[in-house]
């Protein structure tokens, strides 16, 4: 398995708090990703980061923000969290944008906005 | 905008074969993916496609492509229960930050 750590794994806030989750990798991946994952809309791309200290916005950046200070770690940061913020975020790495772009996956950290 | 379409069940029978399907609208997709997710664990890819096969097979996995209408199925043989989980296919352009991922099929197999 590649070497990807989310934390905490769980997590249940109160709307307008501030949150952070921490992704950390021991490959050396260049490209790393946050997701969330909520039925019915598969995997969504919110904020992904192409070396350290660069990083764009995905598909749902909305109310999300992202640091990326060394190779192997990504931060994800709700600013205040909302309700519709509930949710299971995955990390995702890859080494490459040519080809076949294989990405390994987190094992998730699920969050709950009361 | 892009999009990827899959049926969100599948129950088959230990033993049989299982065909989950997915349609996708972006031409421009160079790479099409398969991926397993098992409970409370992330994804893990379990075979690929390049955009300019129709075919590919992998020990139990056979991955069909209609490029033309924009289908894409997973043939799992002789399923057994081991292979219970979310199925969801993704595509990619080579060379981009683009990942679409489907919705997902839960696939139950039953014993």
Known sequence: ?114 | GEDVEQSLFLSVREGDSSVINCTYTDSSSTYLYWYKQEPGAGLQLLTYIFSNMDMKQDQRLTVLLNKKDKHLSLRIADTQTGDSAIYFCAESTSGTYKYIFGTGTRLKVLA
């Open chain 1, 1 to 114: 398995d590649a070497g990807i750590t989310q934390s905490p794994r769980h997590k249940v806030t109160e709307t307008g708090t501030p949150v952070t989750l921490r992704c950390h990798q021991t490959e050396n991946h260049r490209y790393m990703y946050w997701y969330r994952q909520d039925p019915g809309h598969g995997l969504r791309l919110i904020h992904y980061s192409y070396g350290v200290k660069d990083t764009d916005k995905g598909e749902v950046s909305d109310g999300y923000s992202v640091s990326r200070s060394k190779t192997e770690d990504f931060l994800l940061t709700l600013e205040s969290a909302t309700s519709s913020q509930t949710s299971v975020y995955f990390c995702a790495i890859s080494d490459r944008l040519a080809g076949a772009n294989e990405q390994f996956f987190g094992p998730g950290t699920r969050l709950t906005v009361l």
